[in-house]
């Protein structure tokens, strides 16, 4: 009873928050799109269907981003109750078959008998640690995307409004690419030594399978956020030019 009553408040006051950053977000973010132009009846058909497509991502993640917590107390519950609880989680780690190591294994058409490399491997476990740090970065990786849909999306209903150039898209495009040169450079570092910290903890009785920690860098990643940036720059430049024709004029 009392387990229910703290579960219950805690709902309360998570509801609570959620209402009131969603609020912010659509304040800080304008939701609603930029102000239309004084008798502008264009209508993008091309725009209205990026605009429905990016509404119906931006529900997939804020539900996600809103259902995520909830899900995992559930998650945490249930591992105290089941005792042959576990999960699969992918994890970028290195690995190396020695075959050298390995009686009664006759390898043909390779020079050396070895194979190694780094890949997303799935692991099926049942540490507390793996499914924590995995809940956390989907969670991350939802409010991430969601960020990133809010930006798209109000670009759309600029557009839509008439407002092809403007400091506020030159603004929105250069929050895409600084998330992206974050993402980027985070990324690695989580593989290495987040997801490292479990791979060292699979241990073989025998050096002929081996996981190690690995990482990969998203050279092109880091280079689509440098070219936000970049866009970002010379569109803050048009819309001031167009304002000032416009003030000319």
Avoid: C
Avoid at 29 to 36: I, M, R, T, V
Avoid at 110 to 126: A, V
Avoid at 174 to 203: C, D, H, M
């Amino acid at each position: 009873m009392y387990s229910i009553f703290i579960l219950g408040t805690a709902l309360v006051v998570y509801i609570f928050i959620v209402v009131k950053i969603s609020l912010y977000v659509k304040k800080k973010y304008n939701l609603q799109g930029d102000k239309p132009l004084i008798n502008n009846t264009v209508k993008w058909s091309l725009t209205n269907i990026v605009k429905r497509t990016l509404d119906f991502f931006l529900a997939i993640f804020y539900a996600i981003v809103i259902l995520w917590l909830p899900v995992l107390v559930v998650m945490a519950i249930s591992q105290q109750q089941v005792d042959t609880w576990g999960f699969d989680v992918p994890a970028y780690a290195g690995y190396s078959f020695d075959f050298n190591q390995l009686q009664n294994v006759d390898v043909s058409g390779l020079r050396h008998p070895e194979i190694s490399g780094k890949s997303i491997i799935t692991f099926d476990t049942s540490s507390n640690y793996a499914w924590y740090l995995f809940a956390a970065t989907q969670f991350i990786s939802a409010i991430v995307a969601l960020f990133v849909v809010i930006q798209i999306r109000a670009m759309v209903m600029s557009l839509q409004s008439g407002l092809s150039f403007s400091t506020e898209n030159a603004s929105r495009i250069k929050r895409i690419g600084i998330v992206t040169i974050i993402w980027n450079i985070i990324t690695p570092l989580n593989q290495y030594y987040s997801w490292g910290a479990f791979i060292k903890e699979i241990v073989f009785n025998t050096r002929a399978i081996q996981f190690y920690p690995a990482f990969e860098l998203n050279v092109l990643g880091l280079v689509i956020g440098l070219l936000l940036m970049v866009l970002s720059g010379l569109l803050n430049e048009a819309a001031q030019i167009s304002r000032e024709q416009e003030l000319t004029i």
